[in-house]
C-alpha cells in the first residue's frame, strides 16, 4: 500500500533551462516535504540522469534551447520501454498540451505556475507512479512463486520443463547431448520424523544451496516436493561427463550438516538419463532418470546411476 511518506520520498527531477523556475520549484516541493528533489538546466542530461537513478517524477519544460522537451521524451522512451513514462511536463503553450499527452507524459502543468495547482499534481501523479510500480513489483512475485519452489527458491517442475527442453532443443540443434539428473536423500523421512518438520526444512534447504554449488550456472537444479531435487544439466559431451556430475553431487552431500544445534550425516542416491540415448522428451529423460536412481537405491544408496535403459521414448511407441 502507497502511503503519504513514500510518496514525500519519491525521487523528483526539475527539468528547466530558467534558474529562476528551478529554484522556485525546488523551494515549493522542498516546502510541501519532499526530501529528494533534483534538477538540471541541461535537457541532454536527462535521460542518464534517468537510467542512474530512476526518478519517480520526471517534472519537465517542453520549451527549453537545444533540445526540447518532446526529444527528451523519445530518450525516456527507450529507457522506460513497456513500462509507464514517469513525465508531468510544463508548458506555456496550450497547443502542446495534447502533443504532450500523445508523446507519453502523463499530466501537465501551464505556465505562469500556480504553486497549489502544481502541489496537487505532483502529489496525485507520484501516488499514481507509484501503485504502477508496486503493481508491478507484485506482479513480478506471483510470476516469481508460479516458477519457483517457495521453500528453496529453486526452479518448481513447470520452469525445470521449460528449462530442459531448451536444453534438449539446443542439444538436437547442435547434435550434442544433455541430461536429467534426479536426486533423493536417503532416510529424509527418518529427520522429520525425529526432529520434526523445521529441522527437514532447514536441510532441504542447505541440500539446495549444495546441489546449486555443485553444478554449473547454466545448469537449473528444482525441487519437485518432498527431497525430491531434478537437476537439467544444460550440455554434455558424453555419459563420462555425467557420471563425473553424478560424483560431483554425492561428493557434495557428505561433509555434515548442523542444523539446530544438531551435526547431521545424510546422503544422498542420484539417477541420471542422457539425451538422445534415454529419452528425447523431457519427459521421457525424467522417467530414466527416476528409474536410475531406484537402481542406486536399490544397490546400497550413497550412490549414482547412470541408466542402462536405452531410449524409452521409442519403447513406448512400440
Not at 49 to 58: M, S, T
Not at 76 to 82: D, T
Request: net charge negative; aromatic share 6%; with cysteine.
Amino acid at each position: 500500500m502507497v502511503t503519504a511518506i513514500d510518496i514525500l520520498n519519491a525521487k523528483i527531477l526539475l527539468v528547466d533551462d530558467l534558474e529562476a523556475n528551478v529554484r522556485l520549484l525546488e523551494r515549493t516541493l522542498r516546502g510541501a516535504g519532499y526530501v529528494s528533489v533534483a534538477s538540471t538546466m541541461n535537457p541532454r542530461e536527462v535521460c542518464e540522469l534517468h537510467r542512474k537513478n530512476r526518478y519517480d517524477l520526471i517534472m519537465l519544460d517542453l520549451q527549453m534551447p537545444g533540445m526540447d522537451g518532446f526529444e527528451v521524451m523519445a530518450g525516456l522512451k527507450e529507457i522506460e520501454a513497456g513500462g509507464y513514462l514517469p513525465v508531468l511536463v510544463v508548458t506555456v503553450n496550450p497547443g502542446h498540451k495534447l502533443h504532450a499527452l500523445q508523446a507519453g507524459a502523463k499530466d501537465f502543468v501551464s505556465k505562469p505556475l500556480e504553486l497549489v495547482e502544481v502541489q496537487a499534481r505532483v502529489y496525485n501523479m507520484l501516488e499514481v507512479r507509484l501503485l504502477h510500480q508496486e503493481a508491478r513489483n507484485y506482479s513480478k512475485a506471483l510470476e516469481s512463486l508460479a516458477l519457483h519452489d517457495p521453500l528453496t527458491g529453486l526452479a518448481n517442475r513447470r520452469l525445470l520443463v521449460e528449462k530442459a527442453s531448451l536444453a534438449i532443443a539446443h542439444a538436437r540443434r547442435n547434435k550434442s547431448s544433455m541430461a536429467v539428473v534426479y536426486v533423493d536423500l536417503d532416510g529424509f523421512k527418518s529427520i522429520n520424523d525425529t526432529w520434526g518438520h523445521d529441522a527437514g526444512d532447514i536441510l532441504l534447504k542447505m541440500t539446495a544451496e549444495r546441489l546449486v554449488a555443485a553444478v554449473r550456472q547454466e545448469d537449473t537444479v528444482s525441487r519437485l516436493g518432498g527431497d525430491e531435487f531434478v537437476i537439467a544439466l544444460w550440455q554434455i559431451r558424453n555419459a563420462d561427463d555425467a557420471a563425473r556430475v553424478g560424483s560431483k553431487l554425492m561428493e557434495a552431500m557428505l561433509p555434515p550438516f548442523s542444523i539446530q544445534g544438531r551435526v547431521v550425516d545424510i546422503t544422498a542416491s542420484a539417477g541420471l538419463g542422457i539425451y538422445p540415448a534415454h529419452g528425447e522428451d523431457v519427459e521421457t529423460l525424467m522417467k530414466s532418470a527416476d528409474l536410475a536412481l531406484y537402481d542406486a537405491k536399490r544397490a546400497g544408496k550413497n550412490a549414482y546411476q547412470v541408466s542402462e535403459r536405452t531410449n524409452l521414448s521409442a519403447t513406448v511407441s512400440c
